[in-house]
């Protein structure tokens, strides 16, 4: 959306579109929510914490990608996808980071 604002002042067809584009999209997406429940839970109000990685997973810069989510009460509270700034020797390597940064992401 701010990407799209900048070119508002000499707007191109091709903003245009893009702009009928994205708001088409978020006219369709706006019956989707986040729900948050008590009911089902295994664990009480615990947080719960999925991380993943992918070793040399951009083919163009060899860099590994990684991503963890945060879930409280059934829904998420706090999520990331990102590239690595780093290129990694290892898949173990991968996996320690990616703990690292899940666990500077909590404190």
Not at 13 to 26: E, H, I, R
Not at 37 to 47: D, V
Request: one cysteine or more; aromatic letters at 16%; glycine letters at 6%.
């Amino acid at each position: 959306m701010q990407w799209l604002f900048k070119f508002l002042q000499n707007p191109f067809q091709t903003y245009l579109n893009a702009g009928k584009t994205l708001l088409k999209f978020l006219d369709n997406i706006k019956k989707l929510v986040i729900c948050y429940s008590y009911k089902g839970l295994i664990n009480g109000l615990q947080p719960i914490e999925y991380c993943n990685s992918d070793f040399t997973g951009d083919k163009e810069f060899f860099k590994s990608t990684y991503g963890y989510m945060f879930k409280f009460a059934g829904g998420p509270i706090n999520w990331k996808s990102k590239r690595a700034s780093t290129v990694a020797l290892s898949t173990l390597e991968v996996k320690i980071d990616t703990l690292i940064k899940d666990i500077r992401e909590v404190s």
